[in-house]
């Protein structure tokens, strides 16, 4: 479970951290000041956000379901 976390948050990170990266590189290139990092930047918040959003929408699931389990009331042995 924890490697599994560390797995999506180190994913994270780099979503973060790659797009500007790589723009800044094209911008060192092409000369184009900083055109191309600030669009990595934009790129690499949205899928930060997206991929935070679907942790936490999976977390809150699974949070859910074992609440709906210990919480169901008890039914006799005819499962009624």
Known sequence: MA?????????????????PVLGLWIDHKLGTGFVFVTLGGVLGLY????SLLRVAHAAQGEKGN???????PPTDRNGK
């Not at 899928?47 to 997206?50: E, F, K, P, S, V």
């Not at 074992?66 to 169901?72: I, L, M, N, Q, V």
Request: with cysteine.
């Open 47 to 50: 899928a930060a956000i997206r």
């Open 66 to 72: 074992r609440a709906g389990k210990d919480c169901a």
């Open 3 to 19: 490697a599994a976390w560390a797995s999506q948050v180190t994913g994270i990170a780099l979503e973060m951290v790659v797009p």
